[in-house]
């Protein structure tokens, strides 16, 4: 068990993710303490939440400043 999502990323080089909604997505990849913080370039996140594409987009073009790559794999709940 990790104290955070930054300390997850520094312990790996992917990381799948997968929360309820846009906004936890956002808090987990590039909040205080997030994903991003901690990452290394080259490493990988997958994300498999259903969210809103823009936020997927804004997310990749984040990660991609820091050397990383986000990928949007969704699930459907229906």
């Not at 990849?29 to 939440?49: F, H, N, T, W, Y």
């Amino acid at each position: 068990l990790a104290p955070s999502p930054r300390a997850v990323a520094i312990a790996s080089e992917m990381v799948i993710t997968m929360v309820p909604n846009s906004a936890q997505v956002e808090e987990l990849v590039s909040g205080p303490q997030g994903l991003l913080e901690g990452a290394r370039k080259g490493m990988i996140i997958i994300d498999m939440s259903t969210i809103a594409p823009r936020v997927s987009r804004e997310l990749a073009e984040k990660a991609a400043g820091h050397g990383v790559h986000l990928l949007d794999a969704p699930v459907s709940g229906g």
